[in-house]
């Protein structure tokens, strides 16, 4: 099976302006979360999908936006870039399950996102 | 909301050597994820802890799940170059795929 795939995989915008990042996930799998990495901050949690819904949202302020495509495909958008916004954007598959622990959670290589 | 702390921050070992990295939550821990990651890229998943006192291995990794003292530690054999990387510890309370991540350990093996 093919792994997580993120595109693009570098990107560079200038503030103010937006971004959409793409995340095709593991076949078969029906849940995507996005997660931001940065140096200060380390990894933190965006927002998942399933099924098309929004099922959990981290702590980012509305600029960060996001959706689920019928074929499980996810976009994250960013309006408004910041310099704080220059991150790892990461994103991650899993089959759906519900409960603790039921799924592993697959990750992409990420979207590299420099914002000047 | 739960909190990871990993010890240590960051580790140099040369090229034999055993080491082990804790990661400890501010909440009882109802399962762990454990990644490594290489600089600049995707995390590659290791194992997954489910239940208190539970233990995997994988070639030359072990992880072990304490549930009582909230804390699981990841334990490498006879270390190798290839196992430099970031090391990441996960948990999901919540159990819908909204993993807290740990603050990360810096592993650096000597040749």
């Known amino acids: 099976k093919a792994g997580v795939t993120q595109t693009p995989r570098y990107l560079i915008k200038t503030r103010g302006q937006q971004v959409t990042l793409s995340c095709s996930p593991i076949?078969?799998?029906?849940?995507v979360s996005w997660y931001q990495q940065t140096p200060g901050q380390g990894l933190q949690f965006l927002f998942e999908?399933?099924?098309?819904?929004?099922?959990n949202k981290g702590n980012f302020p509305g600029r960060f936006s996001g959706r689920q495509f019928s074929n499980s495909r996810s976009e994250m958008n960013v309006s408004t870039l910041e310099l704080g916004d220059s991150a790892l954007y990461l994103c991650?598959?899993?089959?759906?399950?519900?409960?603790?622990?039921?799924?592993?959670?697959?990750f992409g290589p990420g979207t590299r996102l420099t914002v000047l | 909301s739960q909190e990871l702390e990993q010890s240590p921050q960051s580790l140099i070992v040369q090229e034999g050597k055993n080491l082990t990295i804790n990661c400890t939550s501010s909440k009882t821990l109802y399962g762990l994820y454990w990644y490594k990651q290489k600089y600049g890229e995707g995390l590659i998943f290791l194992m997954m802890?489910?239940?208190?006192?539970e233990e995997k291995s994988h070639e030359k990794i072990t992880a072990k799940l304490d549930e009582k003292k909230q804390q699981s530690s990841l334990h490498i054999t006879a270390s190798q170059p290839s196992h430099a990387g970031i090391y990441l510890c996960?948990?999901?309370?919540?159990?819908?795929?909204?993993?807290?991540f740990g603050t990360g350990t810096k592993l650096q093996v000597i040749p």
């Open positions: 802890l489910q239940k208190g006192g």
């Open positions: 991650a598959s899993s089959p759906g399950g519900q409960g603790r622990l039921k799924d592993t959670q697959y």
């Open positions: 999908y399933f099924s098309e819904t929004q099922r």
């Open positions: 996960g948990a999901d309370p919540g159990g819908y795929q909204k993993v807290t």
């Open positions: 076949s078969g799998h029906r849940s």
